[in-house]
């Protein structure tokens, strides 16, 4: 799993499988995310899509209207404004429930989040970010941390780091070239040689920690989960806050904690370990 950067590689635009009006009709949803990740807003006008979908206005609207007929999209009737529908749900809901993994991994995580009352997460590349698809939250956690479907950078998250230690090095450097290495928080390390060293650290250890690397006040843990050829398709994270938890007792009490649970999920996903 961790091995596929993007499924958008496989195949080409120009082939005649490729359907580019259900391509233009994606694009049209990821713009409506992409107001509320740039405009700071949860609804969105038609002119607003056009420009962030680059389409022209018209074709916009067609695919917006028909969006909005098959639930996927709601239409404010007073602002003329959009936003996500529930129909949306569906499409997470039937990724999860065909996830043999969260399956597996969700009654383990809640038996982890008990130990010390803490969040923890299952995640999974797509193409260079990490991707959070089982969340056990904690009652500290931002809300917009507790919510599946929530992609940060590889670089930047102790998952991230994590899968990469335990994937090639063509891997590595395939999802590092693919990486915008901006800051997500003030204390992000943004320096590809520093996170090439990070990576090489995970893979020694079996284990990376990211302190403020994602959200401020939070230390993250996290360890893969491996396949019968050792290789990560998922990482699992335990995440924490300042001031109530220092490095030293991330150290001392998260890091076996989050190995024995990524331990039991491989083993258990992959028998034949």
């Given amino acids: 799993m961790a091995e596929l950067l993007d499924s958008r590689d496989s195949g080409s635009r120009s082939g005649t499988l490729y359907v580019a009006s259900v391509e233009k009709g994606f ?3 990821r713009a409506v995310r992409r107001a509320q990740r740039e405009l700071g807003r949860n609804d969105v006008s038609l002119t607003e899509i056009a420009r962030l979908s680059d389409m022209d206005k018209s074709a916009a609207q067609r695919f917006t209207n028909t969006l909005v007929h098959l639930g996927y999209l709601e239409k404010d009737a007073r602002t003329r404004r959009y936003r996500p529908g529930v129909e949306l749900l569906e499409l997470g ?3 999860l429930v065909g996830s ?3 399956e597996i991994a ?3 995580m809640v038996a982890a989040s008990n130990v010390y009352g803490t969040a923890v997460n299952l995640c999974v590349q797509h193409g260079p970010n990490v991707v959070y698809i089982v969340r056990i939250p ?3 956690t931002p809300f917009r941390a507790t919510l599946i479907g929530r992609r940060v950078p590889m670089f930047s998250a102790a998952a991230g780091i994590a899968m990469l230690g335990g994937s090639s090095d ?3 450097e395939e999802t590092l070239a693919r990486s915008d290495f901006k800051p997500v928080t003030e204390w992000t390390i943004t320096d590809p040689d520093v996170v090439r060293a990070r990576i090489a650290a995970a893979r020694a250890d079996g ?3 990211s302190d403020q690397q994602s959200l401020p006040h939070e230390i993250s843990t996290a360890a893969p989960v491996l396949d019968a050829e050792g290789k990560a398709i998922a990482a699992v994270q335990i995440a924490v806050y300042r001031p109530s938890w ?3 007792e991330v150290n001392a009490k998260i890091v076996p904690l989050i190995t024995e649970l990524a331990r039991t999920v491989s083993g258990t996903y992959f028998p034949e370990r």
């Fill in 207 to 209: 284990y990376a920690i």
């Fill in 138 to 140: 904690h009652e500290n």
């Fill in 246 to 248: 220092t490095l030293d």
């Fill in 100 to 102: 043999r993994l969260s």
């Fill in 93 to 95: 809901y039937s990724y």
């Fill in 27 to 29: 694009r049209v949803l």
């Fill in 106 to 108: 969700t009654a383990r």
């Fill in 170 to 172: 063509e891997h590595v």
